[in-house]
């Protein structure tokens, strides 16, 4: 699992553009840049909807005056999806970069997939935020209990910063 001090891995994501479907490599995203990431289990999800990604558009400016350049969010979803949950949430528009995971290939390199069949979720991401600097994490919020969203929250990271 991944912890303060690794370095994130290098994965491709997917997004829908006015070009269509297109990849998305994390690397040149990192690289001498101070990031914010969060992960969650899935668009359009009550607590994701309600909770998760509000928090993040609700501290956007606020994490940009800290000298965050940018603000993550992945799912293991398709970008299709993750287009129109940008587009309806106001994610976008608060400047909000919705990045697809669809086949969970960066949720699994840094240990965070999980699995609830019973709701409907195979290989989804479990909640997470970090800020990274140049590809190297310097904070790390994990959920501890399982349906929670206290620690992840764009506020707690935020102070942490």
Same mark, same amino acid.
């Given at each position: 699992?991944?912890?303060?001090?690794?370095?994130?891995?290098?994965?491709?994501?997917?997004?829908?553009?006015?070009?269509?479907?297109?990849?998305?490599?994390?690397?040149? %995203?990192? %690289?001498?840049?101070?990031?914010?990431?969060?992960?969650?289990?899935?668009?359009?999800?009550?607590?994701?909807?309600?909770?998760?990604?509000?928090?993040?558009?609700?501290?956007?400016?606020?994490?940009?005056? %800290?000298?965050?350049?940018?603000?993550?969010?992945?799912?293991? #979803?398709?970008?299709?999806?993750?287009?129109?949950?940008?587009?309806?949430?106001?994610?976008?528009?608060?400047?909000?970069?919705?990045?697809?995971?669809?086949?969970?290939?960066?949720? %699994?390199?840094?240990?965070?997939?999980?699995?609830?069949?019973?709701?409907?979720?195979?290989?989804?991401?479990?909640?997470?935020?970090?800020?990274?600097?140049?590809?190297?994490?310097?904070?790390? #919020?994990?959920?501890?209990?399982?349906?929670?969203?206290?620690?992840?929250?764009?506020?707690?990271?935020?102070?942490?910063?």
């Amino acid at each position: 699992m991944i912890s303060v001090g690794d370095t994130l891995p290098d994965a491709t994501f997917m997004v829908f553009s006015d070009k269509g479907p297109e990849t998305v490599d994390l690397e040149p %995203k990192l %690289k001498g840049r101070k990031v914010v990431m969060f992960g969650l289990p899935g668009a359009f999800t009550r607590g994701c909807s309600m909770t998760h990604l509000p928090s993040f558009i609700r501290t956007r400016q606020a994490l940009a005056d %800290k000298g965050v350049d940018e603000v993550i969010c992945v799912s293991v #979803n398709d970008p299709f999806v993750m287009t129109a949950w940008g587009q309806q949430s106001g994610a976008a528009e608060a400047g909000i970069t919705m990045l697809a995971d669809p086949t969970a290939e960066f949720t %699994k390199a840094i240990g965070l997939a999980f699995s609830a069949p019973v709701v409907g979720l195979y290989d989804r991401c479990q909640r997470f935020a970090l800020m990274a600097e140049d590809g190297v994490v310097k904070v790390l #919020n994990l959920e501890t209990e399982a349906g929670a969203c206290k620690l992840t929250v764009g506020e707690e990271l935020l102070e942490q910063i």
